[in-house]
């Protein structure tokens, strides 16, 4: 095998490729990248999980393949003098890289050992604008459960409607859900269920870009992601999601309208005294066109006051300061609305200007006497 191509789209190909190579496993082909040169250059990483390949446009002297380490070409590419950067191999796997005066030479790994990635036949392939998947993404990620006891809540359901997108994260104390309208003809409706560690990564792909398009194929086990050059491959995550419709209320006693920001420098300052050491809900109460905000730990008490439309009657309710932050954080709008039924129910979080592209729920903490 012997190609060129230049440094930076090489580089950018092999840390996109990275992403999906095994950091330890007892194979330890897993842990590499596989070069293939044919037509194109094609570098791909898999983990048995996820999997991820991305073509390049290349100068291929000679067809082949061989696996390299990935961290190792990484480090190697990341550091090479920019140019045209030429990787060769030979039948006893030996690679050889250069660029300018630098050269690597070094022993691969047989292309025979690399699993093959599983392939995607869909039959209901969806086709969204890539801005808007990053952004659907980048709203619901933080309520992805961390936590192996139900695999399931570590990744995300897309359900998908005739005309819309809806993606659902939930991990036992909050819930985040945004639904986008798709174009382009009735869908199948359908749902999955995809890892958080994917969607991770191809929110990192996806483009800002307003005429970028990605291609979702729903396989039975698997499910493909393609986006421009690179695909993404990944298992569905198996079992019972959260009837989130059931959990959501829809009426509600209180509504108070704050300003995102505002609420968000309050809270982060009555936290600072909250640590992993000494935790301690964030105190609401729901005053008219107030709401004042205490945190009593035993390093000392925190007060602070955030100014709110409309009047929650004097109510008292609690919550963890990040579970709340992180929801305010990713509303990415200037106005919300705290939506209220009792104190130990929960709270759901809106725009104020009546769309319904997302909702929060955030579960309430009890209050104790000295909080």
């Not at 190579?21 to 037509?39: H, N, T, V």
């Not at 108070?256 to 505002?262: I, P």
């Not at 409309?310 to 106005?335: H, Q, S």
């Not at 979080?349 to 997302?358: A, E, H, L, P, V």
């Amino acid at each position: 095998m012997k190609f060129t191509c230049e440094k930076y789209i090489l580089q950018n190909a092999v840390g996109m490729a990275s992403r999906a190579a095994a950091g330890k496993s007892p194979i330890p082909a897993l842990e590499g990248l596989l070069i293939s040169a044919g037509a194109q250059v094609r570098i791909t990483g898999y983990d048995l999980k996820k999997g991820i390949y991305t073509n390049i446009e290349a100068d291929v002297q000679q067809p082949g393949e061989i696996v390299v380490g990935a961290r190792l070409f990484g480090e190697m590419i990341r550091r090479m003098p920019d140019g045209i950067v030429t990787v060769s191999s030979d039948s006893n796997n030996s690679v050889e890289v250069k660029c300018g005066k630098s050269e690597f030479n070094f022993i691969g790994i047989s292309p025979d050992d690399y699993p093959e990635l599983p392939t995607v036949d869909g039959k209901n392939n969806i086709t969204v604008p890539q801005k808007i998947l990053k952004s659907m993404i980048n709203q619901t990620i933080f309520a992805v459960s961390d936590s192996d006891v139900r695999p399931i809540y570590t990744g995300e359901l897309f359900e998908v409607g005739e005309d819309t997108l809806t993606i659902v994260a939930v991990d036992g104390y909050r819930l985040a859900k945004r639904t986008e309208k798709i174009e382009g003809g009735k869908l199948e409706e359908c749902t999955f269920v995809v890892p958080g560690s994917t969607l991770t990564d191809i929110e990192r792909i996806c483009t800002d870009e307003d005429d970028a398009m990605l291609e979702i194929a729903v396989g039975e086990k698997h499910i493909s992601f393609v986006i421009g050059s690179t695909v993404v491959v990944s298992r569905r995550l198996e079992g019972e999601f959260l009837n989130y419709r059931k959990s959501l209320p829809t009426e509600f006693r209180f509504t108070l309208g704050v300003d995102r920001a505002e609420l968000i420098r309050a809270i982060d300052r009555v936290s600072l005294i909250v640590s992993q050491k000494n935790s301690s809900p964030v105190r609401m109460t729901c005053n008219d066109s107030a709401i004042d905000l205490l945190c009593v730990t035993p390093i000392g008490k925190a007060e602070d006051v955030c100014t709110c439309e409309g009047d929650g009657a004097g109510m008292e309710i609690g919550f963890n300061d990040r579970y709340l932050t992180d929801a305010l954080k990713a509303a990415g709008v200037d106005k919300v609305n705290l939506n209220f039924n009792t104190s130990s129910s929960p709270c759901i979080i809106t725009s104020d200007d009546g769309t319904d592209n997302f909702t929060y729920m955030i579960l309430p903490v009890r209050l104790r006497a000295g909080d």
